[in-house]
């Protein structure tokens, strides 16, 4: 298990007494690739049966770059397939899918009473109450409408976005970056009114990672490990990237298996229940389904494609007839949910853009035709 | 699959096309920390059954900084024990038992008969032509008798050990470094004549996983998964740390559980093989326990605890009236076999000394007490 804010450094970890830490975490100071093992994944063969079914389906995934298609439907894989690098037990990177999984260990949290969603940030983190997120509540950070000055701009190098990726280790450092993000989060200044407009802004999420640390005492990567991925028998691990400081990338940097996270998706369409028990408290999927506030979301590009749509403890929530919603992450990652087939869709994709309104719109109606189709099967 | 020599870096790994690879590989890009999902490991219980056994067994492996024990007889599992930072299905880094795993995989390719053990470097990497090793067989390369000018001198900032560590992003990087380990290898120097005396240099492990490299076709990570991890039934993958170049640290950067470790020794005890046929060459094995060159060895702190030993084929030989031989890391990382009674023992450590006779004499006193004391029971 990881400390919080351990003081095991490059420089350090190979003397005593920090190679006690070190020797077991490597992983968290050097980059390392998998050398894999199989341990059973590699007999799986895939299943792309949607094949003849959805028209020009592999045009379609080619053309928007695809790297993994996953469908579930009542629970069993119907659909598998992988394009370019990718495989069967490969991890990809969620992006910003990661920020909804984040979000059902604070669901847990809070049925547990150590989070109360109406409390400021500055109630678990003083350290943040001179900043935006001093009289910003836990609700208003799930649900982005915290107003702070933030610019999520992944194409501008002097955007806030930009500066979070290089103390992440996700880009090169440059002079006078924050020192880790905690440091960075402290920066961030008010920029309006909280509550009013959803506004997209990563950094919500590392602070509601901050408040995960805070009120269990353990790192973010050990409260993802025991509150949701030690809980849901997944085939493999799942990752995070951490920076020095052992700041785990709460808002982008978890890779898995498309099939774990369709099964993530699949304890959501079962209320959170596993033959264990609850994973995840029915009520705070049933809260995260029913939607945020649609006046605040209004003129988004969202809401250019999903009219009735808003964002709810950090799942987008399109308010179609089918309740739908989903976790979406830039550069085309998807876990997107239909309750009203069962059906789960899991799309990796490495599109060039990193939003692009056209791409929200043509994954909107072609996970809706895969919806449809399965359920007719 | 990663490609060997591959173009993404940190700069554009979110780019296309780039991202079609790096969304795939980020682990090989920032350092991740592991979200367990426990996969029925956590449900297994450690078994320190020596503990009434052998004298005085905790405080010798407390004074002696054990991270993990775990002792094999008969295959079956006999004492299991973790400690400090320690747990069931963790990885820790294994150091230079790195090297003796990588060696097996030179064992099967010279049995398909892609290496032979007689050619020199040069003739499958002309690259180094001009070096020390241009002229070096891969024998002497896998025994360590090329006269290289290199100073495995792990304290000291300017010798070629820590270049490499550098280089590998095991420490931060000077002005100067080269740009890759492939870059520094050819800048290594003859000093002296190759096949005569036994000398202890990290690169050479390197050297020959450039070469599996060349004449697979593969990078040297897909190499160890194809050619061993994938072969023997892990309870996890294992991982190795990657620099920007793409390579991997071959000479030191494997991290895998102490039973997966242990599971290699018992293979090389089944003569390598398993239930689904030959993984390891019986003929390598045998050669390797034969050892090597006894004089070569002369005056060598190995010889010093262990009069007969030799290092053949990147494994430590003892030449006891027992035909123990072990693989070994610095700061006390063992992989140890016992022909004679069946027993393998692997321990991972954290001494505060990266190396010390003292402690070469007290684990093999402590390995032979514990195999006499297992076939006894």
């Known amino acids: ?88 037990g490969q991890r990809h990177v969620l992006m910003s899918v990661s ?39 836990v609700q208003q950070t799930l649900d982005m409408t915290v107003a702070v000055r933030y610019r999520e701009e992944y194409w501008a190098s002097d955007s806030e976005v930009q500066v979070q990726d290089r103390v992440a280790g996700w880009r090169e450092r440059l002079d006078g970056d924050p020192a880790d993000t905690y440091e960075f989060l402290k920066t961030l200044k008010h920029d309006g009114t909280h509550g009013q407009v959803f506004r997209y802004v990563s950094a919500n999420t590392d602070v509601l990672a901050w408040v995960i640390e805070r009120v269990t005492g353990q790192s973010y990567v050990d409260g993802l490990s025991t509150e949701l991925w030690s809980l849901i028998s997944p085939e493999l691990d799942a990752t995070i990237t951490v920076e020095p400081s052992g700041f785990a990338f709460a808002n982008g940097g978890i890779a898995c298996t498309a099939r774990d996270l369709a099964n993530v998706g699949a304890l959501m369409l079962r209320n959170g229940m596993t033959a264990d028990g609850p994973v995840i408290p029915a009520q705070w999927i049933a809260d995260t389904q029913r939607g945020g506030d649609r006046q605040a979301a209004a003129g988004s590009v969202f809401q250019q494609v ?72």
């Open 1 to 88: 298990m990881t400390s919080v804010n351990n003081d095991v450094t490059l420089e350090n970890w190979q003397q005593a007494p920090y190679s006690r830490w070190g020797f077991w975490h490597l992983e968290e100071l050097v980059p390392c690739a998998t050398i894999a093992g199989g341990q059973g994944l590699a007999d799986r063969t895939t299943l792309p049966s949607l094949a003849g079914i959805i028209p020009d389906l592999d045009s379609r995934l080619e053309e928007s770059f695809t790297d993994a298609l996953v469908v579930l439907h009542g629970g069993e894989v119907v659909h598998e397939q992988y394009f370019g690098e990718g495989g069967i």
């Open 99 to 137: 920020k909804s999984l984040g979000a059902l260990v604070i669901g847990r949290l809070v049925q547990r009473g150590l989070i109360d969603p109406a409390q400021s940030i500055s109630h678990y983190l003083p350290e943040l109450s001179d900043g935006a997120y001093g009289d910003a509540t």
């Open 306 to 377: 999903h009219p009735n749509g808003s964002y709810r403890n950090q799942w987008w929530v399109t308010g179609d007839d089918r309740g739908s919603y989903y976790a979406a992450g830039i550069h085309g990652q998807f876990l997107w949910i239909d309750p009203s087939t069962q059906t789960i869709i899991v799309k990796f994709s490495s599109w060039p853009e990193s939003i692009a309104e056209k791409w929200t719109r043509f994954h909107a109606a072609l996970f809706e035709e895969i919806a449809l189709a399965v359920s007719a099967k």
